[in-house]
C-alpha cells in the first residue's frame, strides 16, 4: 500500500442492499468515511435490523448482509426543460459526463446502484428544483457473506 499521505482518499461505508430494488442504504451508525485501500475488517456484531429502502419496501439486514463500497457523488442540474448536465466526482476529480436528455438520465441511474434514492425520485426532483446531488456505489470492496443453502439476491 502506498503512502497514505498522497494516495487519494474516497468515502467508503457499510451499505444494505435493498432485494427488491437494488438501492443501497446508509446506516447511521456506520457513516461514510475516508478510504484510502485499507484493509476492510467485516463488521463485528450487528443483530438484525428492519431496514427502510426508498422505494417503500423493508428489508432484513444484519452484519453478514451488509457491503462495504467505495462511494462516488453525482451532480445533477437541469440546464433546459430536457437537458440535464452531469459531473461525477470521485477522489477529489470531478469526471464531466456531460448534457444527458431525459432519457439518457433515466437510462444512466438505472444502470448504477444508487444510494438512499431511487432513480424514478431522482426525476422527480429534478422536476422540481434545478439540481441535485446524490451518492452512488463505486465499487463494492466486501461483499455480503453468502451463507451454504440459503438464497440471496
Known amino acids: 500500500m502506498g503512502n497514505l499521505s498522497t494516495t487519494p482518499m474516497v468515502r467508503g461505508a457499510w ?7 437494488g438501492t ?14 485499507q484493509q476492510v475488517v467485516r463488521l463485528g456484531v450487528f443483530n438484525s ?3 427502510p429502502c ?14 462495504f463500497v467505495t462511494i462516488t457523488s453525482l451532480s ?4 433546459s426543460p430536457d437537458s440535464f448536465a452531469v459531473e461525477q466526482n470521485h477522489a477529489g476529480i470531478k469526471i464531466d459526463l456531460g448534457p444527458m436528455s431525459e432519457t439518457e438520465l433515466w437510462a444512466y ?9 431511487i ?9 422540481v428544483a434545478k ?3 446524490l451518492d452512488m456505489v463505486l465499487t463494492v470492496l466486501r461483499p455480503a457473506v453468502l451463507h451454504p443453502g440459503v438464497a440471496h439476491s
Open 76 to 79: 445533477i442540474q437541469r440546464s
Open 49 to 51: 435490523v428492519s431496514v
Open 131 to 133: 439540481a441535485l446531488d
Open 24 to 37: 443501497c442504504c446508509f446506516f447511521s451508525r456506520f457513516p461514510a468515511t475516508d478510504y484510502a485501500g
Open 15 to 21: 451499505v444494505g442492499k435493498c432485494p427488491s430494488c
Open 109 to 117: 441511474l438505472n444502470s448504477r446502484t444508487l444510494i438512499d434514492i
Open 54 to 67: 426508498s422505494c417503500g419496501r423493508r428489508f432484513q439486514a444484519d452484519g453478514d448482509d451488509l457491503l
Open 119 to 127: 432513480p424514478s425520485q431522482v426525476l422527480t426532483f429534478l422536476n
